[in-house]
């Protein structure tokens, strides 16, 4: 493929779906280089319990935006957004391929359809929506939400208390609903540009998979994880204790419930958080081409037809869709 006419691939899929040895597989064949595309391995010192490729796992491609944030720090899409666009503009720039592997459709969403300009959001009005929730709970949360910006509340789905809480911060900060600054967004990623695919194993092969390894990461150093994650006594609203398994296990550390509990309920909340992305996918980005294969061998044949037949295609209709 010449570097003129190489597009940035887009690799989206719920966790365990297999899309990181994937995209290792497509960077070994196009010559290209990873960049991380979820809001959870962006943190240092959780790489087993967030899932971060290891060193046999990168197979020698470089990785970029894996690891590079403390855990007491706060993440968020516009920061991601111009990260990666940077690496991408350094990695075309060295004649490599940009291939972004995650499972986070706000990430895609913020390059492909675009992010509203939304003002920087105080900690004052991040401590009033923290309020919120703990006087409340998550019902009180998602009710008050609800009242503010009706769309949010819509869109927001299950327990997905990050986001509900940004969206009552944002409505404390600026007195406007999230969602109005939502209405004029343009893509970061020019049409044409972009070639984009979305994983969808079997669910009980899926389900199979996160309970092994959960397994795994247990036997790696996922406990090592919590123990570094509790000393550290990170404040629980920051986003990097949401990580799936973390509370369980820190619980489990402070002797609140056994490790065959800790492991029982983490791994029902990965199947519950990989059930929202197949959602996700299905209703975000329905137009992109699946990848069902149940190998890697499989899904990587499936990836390769998919870019020798796009020609910029997905990248174009994503404005339409």
Known sequence: MQTSSMPILLIYGPTASGKSALGVDLARHFDGE???TDSMQVYQGLPVITAQPNVDEKNGIPHHLYGH???????SVARWRDEALATIKDVKKRGKMPI??????LYFEALTRGLADVPPVGDKAVAQAATVLENGGMEALRTEVARIDPAAAARIQGGDQQRLLRALSVYFQ???ALSDFHKNTHPALPAGSWCAMSLKPPRDILYERITHRFTEMLQIGALDEAHFAAQ???????PAM???GLNALVCHIKGQIGLEDATQSAVRDTRRYAKRQYTWGAGRFSHWPVIQGETSAQRFEEALRIVENSNGAWGASEEQA
């Not at 550290?232 to 920051?238: K, L, P």
């Open 242 to 244: 949401k990580a799936l």
């Open 69 to 75: 944030m403390d855990i007491d720090q706060s993440g």
């Open 232 to 238: 550290r006594a990170v404040s629980q609203t920051r």
């Open 34 to 36: 990873i960049i991380n």
């Open 174 to 176: 600026t007195g406007t």
């Open 100 to 105: 972004l592997v995650g499972g986070t459709g």
